[in-house]
């Protein structure tokens, strides 16, 4: 093991929100390592379920911790901040990484970061250069939240529009489901649709709620559409997999990319970008890059693995709140849901 000047800075980053366990090390405002592991065995049963989740981060919260120090090169010992997930996400699965960080800067004797897991998917696009200017739109559409941001800073930003009710990632988990897909079907959604036909089927999208988002239409379009090709044809889906992925896909991402083009008719930015797990989805990239090519400004999606939950951009923030001496303290609580966001 290296030893590590005392004059770094070392940051150690953590992410236990949901059912990644992740950690990352800055060094000097730089990430050193990124190491997640993704529990699998929630696919079995449809969705996340929380007690499990738990048990899981459990076991790997100090083997991910171990391993995100010695792809740093670096050993406990030399960390000098922690940064860590305080909320929003399940309960159980916060207060694995919290609790435990919280015992490591008592132990350690050094400062305790809280962050915002909704406001670290924002921090996403300023871990790697070329780093966004400000104003920024970023679009954070997770299985939580769909999000149109206005970025002035890292820590200062105006919600400009949301959903009322379902999600973007959870519109596609939902119609997975339906299509009897394994969950999380966003990616399987994502990649049946390069087999398929986008404009085959059409669903309603609904139309004047603009800057808000809502999802239960289409999910009920879709069920009903299904139901009734079924009663024709018993096997209609698994004849149409294909076709069915792509249309889905098509109608979510055009409707997204739709308040994005709005809002960039009445705004003054300088960027655009998308952040969270949906941020991933192939489809919404390319359509991202065309709206920042037909408006001449430059477009931002974040590598693959800072789009799902990572503690590189727990770190990201943890780092700008350790600048500023945003620190926390061991009488603060996790929380499941954030009111702000
Ligand atoms: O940000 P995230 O990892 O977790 C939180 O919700 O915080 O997002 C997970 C969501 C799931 O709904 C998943 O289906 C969706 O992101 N997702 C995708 C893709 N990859 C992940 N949705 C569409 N296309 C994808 N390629
Ligand atoms: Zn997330």
């Not at 990430?31 to 929630?42: F, G, L």
Request: hydrophobic fraction near 40%.
């Amino acid at each position: 093991m290296t030893t590590v000047n005392n004059h770094l800075n070392i940051l150690l980053a953590v992410e236990s929100s949901c059912d990644d366990t992740a950690a990352s090390v800055w060094i000097n405002g730089k990430i050193r390592s990124n190491v997640i592991s993704s529990q699998k065995i929630h696919a079995e049963y449809g969705g996340v379920v929380p007690e499990m989740a738990s048990r899981q981060h459990q076991s790997n919260i100090l083997p991910v911790i171990d391993q995100a120090l010695s792809k740093a090169d670096i050993s406990i010992t030399d960390v000098n901040a922690i940064a860590c997930t305080q909320g929003p996400g399940l309960m159980g699965s916060l207060l694995v990484g919290y609790t435990f960080c919280k015992g490591l800067s008592l132990a350690l004797d050094i400062p305790f970061i809280n962050i915002d897991h909704i406001h670290a998917h924002l921090a996403s696009h300023f871990i790697d250069e070329p780093t966004p200017e400000f104003p920024f739109l970023c679009f954070l559409v997770s299985g939580g939240h769909t999000h149109l941001v206005l970025m002035n800073s890292l820590t200062a930003f105006e919600i400009l529009g949301k959903t009322i009710d379902d999600a973007a990632g959870e519109a596609f988990d939902k119609a997975g489901k339906m299509l009897e897909l394994p969950y999380p079907a966003g990616p399987v959604i994502d990649a049946y649709s390069k087999s398929g036909d986008p404009k085959r089927f059409a669903y309603n999208i609904p139309k004047n709620l603009y800057p808000n988002y809502s999802f239960s239409g289409i999910k009920t379009s879709i069920l009903y559409f299904i139901r009734d090709q079924q009663k024709i044809n018993p096997n209609f889906v698994e004849e149409n997999i294909f076709d069915l992925c792509a249309s889905i896909q098509h109608t979510i991402v055009l409707y997204l990319i739709d308040g994005m083009e709005k809002t960039l008719k009445n705004t003054q930015i300088k960027g655009i970008g998308i952040a969270g797990g949906v941020a991933a989805n192939s489809l919404l990239r390319e359509k991202l890059m065309h709206l920042g090519l037909k408006y001449n400004l430059p477009a931002f999606i974040p590598k693959m693995n800072y789009c799902t939950d990572n503690a590189a951009m727990i770190g990201r923030l943890g780092y700008e709140k350790w600048q500023k001496q945003q620190f926390g303290t061991i009488y603060d609580k996790c929380y499941t849901r954030n009111e702000n966001f």
